[in-house]
């Protein structure tokens, strides 16, 4: 089993930055592909950004593109999503997943996701 822990959610006004980081436990990390999401009441579970496991391969939303940066620090167990130029359409709960992974893949759906955390609110207001 893998633990996950979000931190660094909160509410910022529109134009300003937010890093949510999210501590895995339970697996070697550095064979975790990891993935963050996010979520609105009312609408599905979206993919923000998502990362390989060796760090070398990213991807993003085009929602998102050009103003978050998804990290990993092997050493520390630890995901980051950089979040900048925050708007009001950026609110939601986010959620960090992982994946076991034999390869150094980038998941982009759900389903391919075994972990996942418990969330973290971000508002952004106008």
């Known amino acids: 089993q893998v633990q996950l822990v979000e931190s660094g959610g909160g509410s910022v006004q529109a134009g300003g930055s937010l890093k949510l980081s999210c501590a895995a436990s339970?697996?070697?990390?550095?064979?975790?592909?990891m993935g963050w999401f996010r979520q609105v009441p009312g609408k599905e579970r979206e993919l923000v950004a998502a990362?390989?496991?060796?760090?070398?391969?990213?991807i993003y939303a085009d929602s998102v593109k050009g103003r978050f940066t998804i990290s990993r620090d092997n050493a520390k167990n630890t995901v980051y999503l950089q979040m900048n130029s925050l708007k009001p359409e950026d609110t939601a709960v986010y959620y960090c997943a992982a994946a076991d992974s034999l390869w150094a893949v980038v998941l982009t759906t759900e389903p391919q996701y075994d972990y996942w955390g418990q969330g973290t609110q971000v508002t952004v207001s106008s």
């Open positions: 339970g697996r070697t990390f550095s064979r975790l592909a």
């Open positions: 990362i390989s496991w060796s760090g070398g391969s990213s």
